[in-house]
């Protein structure tokens, strides 16, 4: 997990975000995002809920909904929907992209980076008269743990 130091352009963005949508930095907001980004992966808003109330905070799924929606507004976070329907959200870091591969049996999400796909869908699009504003690439099969387990049994 980074450090504070090292998410202090998140919170800014948020406070820039929040001021611009005249809205308040609440308590139940400020607890939300300091859970979120101390899970530092891929999270759906059950879990972070089962995590916050699981510390003794008195917050409902609604305003966690509310929250991690608030932050994809604020171009914070990433939402997925990758193999069962559920939104997930993820730290959107300026600068940054991966892609996903995604088991289609314990959903595990793996981040990677391959420079060699990123030319190589430049190009198609550029084949094709596209210009480039962003893109995602999900990769869908079963992880090493999985295919190893079904090799056993």
Sequence with gaps: MEDNSDLQWFWDTLDAHLSRQQL????QR???VEHFLRLA???DAEDLYRRVRGKGFKIGLATIYRTLNLLRDADLVT???FTDGRAIFEIKRPGTHHDHMVCSLCGIIQEFENDQIEVLQSKVAEDHGFTLTSHRLDLFGV???CHNEQSQQ
Excluded: A, F, L, N
């Design 41 to 43: 992966r891929h999270v």
């Design 24 to 27: 308040k930095q609440t308590k």
């Design 143 to 145: 992880c090493r743990g």
């Design 79 to 81: 939402q997925h929907s």
């Design 30 to 32: 400020k607890v939300i």
